[in-house]
């Protein structure tokens, strides 16, 4: 008897024990503070965005970060910057939570994998996810072919991570498939998204209540076990992220083409020529990353071409106008459709505008230059008055510009003390001259 009870004893301290052992593995962080790493993602997805996220995981690795929650706003992107993040947030040495926000914000097409590949994924209020159908890299859609192609591959692909994170996977497959699309209380009602959260705060609220799995163990926490320490974006980051914008982009091109067009126009003056293929050669850079119609591109090459024939080619103007319409249908199809922020009409036309009157200004004042009649050396003195200053058997002494010359006259008559002349040619240091009547 006194065995048996021994043994009740026993059992029912380890039991109690165990439940111990468990309550405080559920919540391990209950009496630590939990350090999260709080980044930015917006605008279209670039490679911009992939140094982005290889930065902040960088950080959260070096600063023993326990999370990463990254704010995600994006219309999309480019395919290959996508798959990239992806394969970041499917092997994360520390867990990414993404949220999509503030309310009004949207995570269409390239975004749309990224929710489904964060380890949480949270939306705001009236915000959007979805529309994850492939178009080419002018935004209109690709041949049939191509086209049944990349769906499928993209299909696999966010079924993959669909399936592994847990989520809807039918609609996932339709986002890309059939364009779905859905709001923030449709999505966490459809399992697209795990809840709804109105700030990274609110976001953590209700993160702590649920638990995530840190290190192989289901963490909670309260609502104030938790810090938040912004992540400060690096000079690569911003630099990539300027240059990759597409109305700096144009700019640079038109820049570009002004520092080229000014150098032919002008040789010598180099600095010029110096700015100006630096800027073509980052423009062409950013170029050959955004979705740029190559026709916008050569219509404004074009235009630069146009302006500097003006010099060269008599055509009263026509070659001028001819530059001014290619350089602005250039530039309004230079970004056509895509999944980027096209370029204001009022910044096109107040572009070219300037841009054609520069060059306007430019080509008169080289072609005046070179209708001028030379200013220096004896063909200088064609043209000028003077007088007789002395005369000795035929031979004339005149004064022209103060300055006593040689001369002869064009008629071969002999010519008075002080007669008015003036320069008709100039030879050596002779000067052949003709009476003014």
Partial sequence: MLLIKYFKSMCSCMIITLVI?????????????????????????????????????????????????????TPGGLTTSMRKIVKMMMNPPVPICLWVGPEGAHAASAGTFLVAAANVSAMAPSTTVGAASPVSSSGDDLPEAMNKKVTNDLTSLIKG???????????YVDSVSKGASLDAQEAVTLNVVDFIAVSPYDFFEQLGAKGILINGQNVKFSKDGFTLVDYENGLSYSVLSWLLDPQVA???????????????VTPGVILPGVVGGFCLVTAFYAMSILPTNAAGLLLMLLGGILFILEIFVTSYGLLSV??????????????????????????????????????????????????????VGMQGMVGLEGEVFRTFNNKLKVRVRGEIWNAVNADGAGLELGSKVKVISAEGLTLTVTRIS
């Fill in 21 to 73: 052992i468990i309550l405080m593995s559920g919540a391990a962080c209950a009496g630590e503070t939990l350090k999260v790493l709080y980044g930015q993602m917006e605008g279209a997805i670039t490679p911009a965005q992939v140094s982005l996220l290889d930065g902040i995981i960088k950080q959260a690795v070096d600063d023993e970060d326990d999370l990463i929650l990254l704010r995600l706003e």
């Fill in 322 to 375: 001819a530059a001014a319409i290619s350089l602005f249908v250039g530039s309004l199809v230079l970004f056509k459709g895509g999944e980027v922020q096209q370029i204001p009409l009022g910044s096109i036309i107040g572009t070219v505008l300037s841009f054609s009157v520069f060059a306007v200004v430019v080509v008169f004042l080289v072609a005046k230059a070179h209708s001028r009649k030379p200013a």
């Fill in 161 to 171: 991570v669909a399936r592994k994170r847990g989520r809807n996977i039918n609609w």
């Fill in 250 to 264: 144009y700019y640079l091109l038109i820049a570009g083409i002004l520092g080229i067009f000014f150098e032919l």
